[in-house]
């Protein structure tokens, strides 16, 4: 119930992929890919949930005026397994890579690689407990 006012986004820019595949469930997210982004089957993504695989602009303030140099972006694919559960309001940066049956506590940052079967949760995330299978 606390994503219905607001709507799912789904961008796929300057060459970009977004795979959602089945059985997944997403509420007031967004999924912005300039690279790619892959959901697993039956993943649960809760509302406020932003999952990015680039950083939308060069970091260098020289690259960015007085003209953005959009072809240095720094960009990664995000790749969440099947079956995880994604927490309200948390944050998948670029380079993200979640196993299977990965949960991520609500208002996480996650970045980096994680294996199947773990709960993960904080700033930055970081496993915090086994996940039954």
Do not use: W
Request: glycine fraction near 12%.
């Amino acid at each position: 119930m606390i994503g219905l006012s607001q709507r799912v986004i789904l961008v796929a820019k300057y060459g970009g992929r977004i795979e959602i595949n089945e059985g997944v469930c997403m509420s007031g997210c967004t999924l912005y890919a300039m690279d790619s982004i892959t959901v697993g089957k039956n993943t649960d993504i809760g509302a406020g949930c932003k999952i990015i695989d680039n950083d939308f602009h060069p970091l260098p303030y020289s690259q960015r005026h007085p003209e953005e140099q959009l072809d240095k972006v720094k960009k990664k694919p995000i790749m969440i397994g099947e079956g995880c559960f994604i927490g309200a309001n948390s944050i998948l940066l670029k380079g993200t890579t979640l196993g299977n049956n990965v949960v991520v506590g609500a208002g996480s940052v996650v970045s980096g690689t994680f294996p199947d079967n773990v709960i993960i949760a904080g700033n930055p995330a970081r496993i915090i407990k086994e996940n039954e299978p």
